[in-house]
């Protein structure tokens, strides 16, 4: 045990790959998870949601529950506005009711991709879609006294992610496989973000952070860096622009979203591995026990 023997955290949204690897990090120093999906607490439900918190009473809320696939929040426009905005205030309100601390996961989506620099937390944000505009909108928490976590392109060890995509398409050694080379962004391993989500919650450090793996890529050069660290051949990928994805997305992406984690360099605070070598590991482990076929 550690300094936060006897803590409890709540993680909603408990069945994602983040939740599933935030957990261990949190009881590895000692805190007492509960980790609950749509199923058991639905975090737009207001009166179940202040329910819960005041009968688990925790001392951390870590918010992973949302409505993540952009394209998705371009049609539900009012379920993504609910999920992903009005639902992570209802959480902090519950929080401040029993003195609990917030922390919520936001995203590189927030900017409009009109950079050739990483963003640091303070650049001026300007979401391209509905999804980035409810993720801004909920980062306003902050001024509670909370924290909001910006991150990008996350893959982990459970649950479903673009890195097993890749796997499994690069299983089928007749299978195309194309990914564009025209978004470049921070790809980042749940298993690495999950560590600095427990130090953030437990020190209660309020305002934005960027957490992502070091360095930058193109989704066309995370997917040849997958497939030589699965040992396929990476001249197997081909590369296409944005534009020529077929059927187009709903959701515009914005075309550099690296994030510059500059407020943890402020807190004194270590940066996460390099993405190649974070990805490299976490591409043996799948290949290793097969876990991209769950």
């Given at each position: 045990?550690?300094?936060?023997?006897?803590?409890?955290?709540?993680?909603?949204?408990?069945?994602?790959?983040?939740?599933?690897?935030?957990?261990?990090?949190?009881?590895?120093?000692?805190?007492?998870?509960?980790?609950?999906?749509?199923?058991?607490?639905?975090?737009?439900d207001r009166d179940l949601v202040f329910a819960?918190?005041?009968?688990?009473?925790?001392?951390?809320?870590?918010?992973?529950?949302?409505?993540?696939?952009?394209?998705?929040?371009?049609?539900?426009?009012?379920?993504?506005w609910a999920t992903n905005d009005t639902a992570v205030h209802t959480l902090a309100d519950a929080c401040?009711?029993?003195g609990a601390h917030l922390t919520t996961i936001s995203s590189d989506y927030v900017?409009?991709?009109?950079?050739?620099?990483?963003?640091?937390?303070?650049?001026?944000?300007?979401?391209?879609?509905?999804?980035?505009?409810t993720k801004l909108a909920s980062e306003s928490v902050v001024e509670q006294g909370f924290t909001a976590v910006r991150t990008a392109w996350l893959a982990g060890r459970r649950g479903a992610n673009?890195?097993?995509?890749?796997?499994?398409?690069?299983?089928?050694?007749?299978?195309?496989?194309?990914?564009?080379?025209?978004?470049?962004?921070?790809?980042?391993?749940?298993?690495?973000?999950?560590?600095?989500?427990?130090?953030?919650?437990?020190?209660?450090?309020?305002?934005?952070?960027?957490?992502?793996?070091?360095?930058?890529?193109?989704?066309?050069?995370l997917a040849c860096h997958v497939l030589a660290s699965a040992g396929h051949d990476p001249a197997r990928m081909g590369s296409i622009t944005t534009a020529e994805l077929d059927p187009p997305r709903a959701a515009a992406r914005p075309a550099y979203s690296v994030l510059d984690n500059a407020g943890l360099r402020r807190a004194g605070i270590s940066a996460l591995p390099d993405w190649r070598d974070a990805v490299r590991r976490l591409v043996e482990d799948l290949m290793e026990d097969r876990g991209y076929l769950r």
């Open positions: 045990m550690t300094g936060s023997e006897g803590r409890h955290v709540l993680i909603t949204g408990g069945a994602g790959q983040l939740a599933q690897a935030s957990a261990p990090a949190f009881a590895v120093r000692g805190w007492e998870v509960t980790a609950l999906d749509i199923d058991e607490m639905d975090i737009r819960t918190v005041r009968a688990l009473r925790p001392q951390v809320v870590l918010n992973l529950a949302a409505l993540r696939d952009a394209d998705e929040c371009e049609v539900d426009v009012a379920n993504a401040t009711d029993v900017f409009d991709g009109d950079h050739d620099v990483p963003y640091v937390e303070t650049d001026p944000a300007h979401p391209l879609s509905v999804y980035g505009e673009t890195i097993k995509t890749m796997l499994r398409l690069a299983a089928d050694p007749d299978q195309a496989i194309a990914f564009v080379n025209d978004q470049t962004g921070s790809p980042t391993v749940a298993e690495d973000l999950a560590p600095v989500l427990e130090r953030l919650s437990a020190e209660r450090r309020p305002g934005v952070y960027h957490v992502t793996n070091q360095g930058q890529a193109s989704w066309y050069e």
